[in-house]
């Protein structure tokens, strides 16, 4: 108990730390550097507890402080207290949800918390399916996986050598997990068709309909097209109602990745980007871990047809799901999952959504889009940043250039793009040298690197936006 107590301390220590805009968001060393201060090597003979708080302190001293309201790196940010009670409470309780058995309350409160977002999405009295996965990479692998089993059943069975060539589409700026989810199953990431999206990055749905008419004419069945709800780039929203009718014309599956946008349906002033994801003939992926600010992992796969993942996935393992137990076997989700062992994700989600209620969920991420809306209006028109794309941004997504003042009047194109290419990597290893700030670069297409702000953490404010702002003219002046 007082290693526990001493445990406890640390993390409370650390918590505090993590809000306090005084500290580093980092504390940056080099792989080999970072290997060779601590003993990190596994050993015959046990430590003492004393060494062990030691470790303790040792990982958290060179993590980053991702609650940190300065740190923009990534789409799940932030720490809410009452995720982390939830989190702590889920490991102490330490149990599997595959089965009623073993993890009642948590089973209930996946049914209940699934339940309730398929009514927010608009299918009819919430009917339907879904699980919690370990992320919405897998949960996008789920979806292409029920896609092809509703159409070709027998693929179960018999594999991929009973079933015709198949095509997948999905927009040029979705997630790199459409094409792994291909690879993983056997299907081929060639046989993923990648459509064009606009200058704004959303799908262009008269390309759509070109290429699933080329993949026919080629002897492919189109059967899987994945829409994205806030590409994690752009932020950009495809058009779901166009592409659903396509999809509807040509009977193939159509499925919403709302991993990142998907929780904007919380918002009555921004759902409206997600017209038509009620339409989605079978699947949406939607990431609580991300704009809700859960902590990681909750990532949620919603399924309109009610049976279609257990009849795609059981096996009939007799030693979990016995036929003949005392209670309603639909209660035993396990046998629907890829998985046998499964994290209880659930109670994170669910205890937040108690505390905060729908309507602490909607300001939250209204906060967040206010402020990235007051990033995009500050450094539109500001000298030195050039913006990606026209337009203000539907996310919080806002991708920009930086131009150091040595580098805002060359006017040899190549040259400036070939300089400007470098920038955003070297201001972004500064940040994290000096520990203050972190926010993401890539290039795109043809544009080179430029840095792509997202705001996720409920903790972040005005003043944070403009620190960021100062903290890149800073440490890219000199460039």
């Keep these: 108990m007082t290693f526990l107590q001493e445990v406890v301390d640390i993390l409370l220590a650390y918590i505090t730390e993590s809000f306090d805009r005084e500290t580093k968001v980092i504390d940056f060393h080099y792989p080999n550097e970072l290997l060779q201060r601590n003993n990190w090597e596994l050993q015959d003979e046990p430590e003492t507890l004393d060494d062990i708080l030691i470790s303790c302190r040792a990982t958290l001293k060179y993590a980053i402080k991702t609650a940190h309201p300065r740190y923009f790196n990534q789409l ?87 079933v015709p060539r198949l095509a997948a589409f999905t927009s040029e700026h979705s997630h790199f997990s459409i094409k792994k989810g291909a690879a993983a199953l056997g299907i081929g990431t060639e046989s993923v068709i990648c459509i064009k999206a606009d200058e704004s990055g959303k799908m262009i749905p008269a390309d759509l309909e070109r290429k699933i008419l080329e993949a026919k004419q080629k002897g492919f069945v189109p059967f899987f097209v994945s829409a994205t709800a806030g590409t994690t780039v752009y932020g950009a929203f495809d058009p779901l109602i166009a592409i659903s009718d396509i999809c509807k014309k040509y009977q193939v599956w159509f ?17 409206w980007k997600l017209d038509g994801v009620e339409r989605s003939v079978l699947k949406l992926t939607w990431n609580p871990h991300k704009m809700m600010a859960v ?178 003219e800073r440490l890219g002046q000199d460039l």
């Design 76 to 162: 799940s940010t932030g720490l809410d207290m009452v995720g982390l009670a939830a989190d702590w409470l889920t490991s102490t309780a330490n149990t599997n949800m595959f089965t009623y058995e073993v993890a009642p309350v948590f089973v209930l409160l996946e049914y209940v918390t699934l339940k309730k977002m398929r009514e927010i999405i608009g299918w009819e009295d919430g009917r339907g399916d879904g699980i919690f996965s370990p992320g919405g990479a897998i949960s996008n692998m789920y979806a292409m996986l029920l896609a092809r089993f509703k159409m070709f059943p027998e693929v179960k069975e018999k594999g991929m050598s009973s």
């Design 255 to 271: 499925h919403v990745d709302g991993a990142w946008g998907g929780s904007l349906i919380m918002s009555r002033m921004h759902k």
């Design 295 to 472: 902590p990681l992992q909750c990532s949620a796969l919603l399924v309109r047809e009610e049976g279609l993942m257990q009849n795609c996935n059981q096996m009939h393992a007799c030693y979990l799901f016995q036929q003949d137990k005392h209670y309603d076997l639909s209660y035993d989700t396990g046998d629907k999952a890829l998985q046998c062992g499964r994290h209880v994700d659930i109670f994170k989600l669910w205890l937040m959504w108690r505390a905060k209620g729908t309507i602490g969920f909607e300001a939250q991420i209204d906060k967040c889009l206010e402020l990235s809306e007051y990033l995009y209006n500050k450094i539109k028109d500001r000298e030195g940043y050039e913006m990606v794309f026209n337009g203000k941004p539907q996310h919080t997504n806002v991708c920009f250039w930086y131009l150091p003042p040595g580098m805002r009047y060359l006017e040899d194109k190549e040259e400036k793009k070939k300089r400007l290419h470098k920038v955003a990597p070297v201001i972004k290893a500064r940040m994290m040298e000096y520990g203050t700030t972190m926010v993401s670069y890539q290039p795109q297409g043809d544009k080179v690197n430029f840095f792509r702000m997202v705001i996720s953490n409920p903790a972040a404010t005005f003043e944070d936006i403009d620190f960021l702002i100062e903290e890149i």
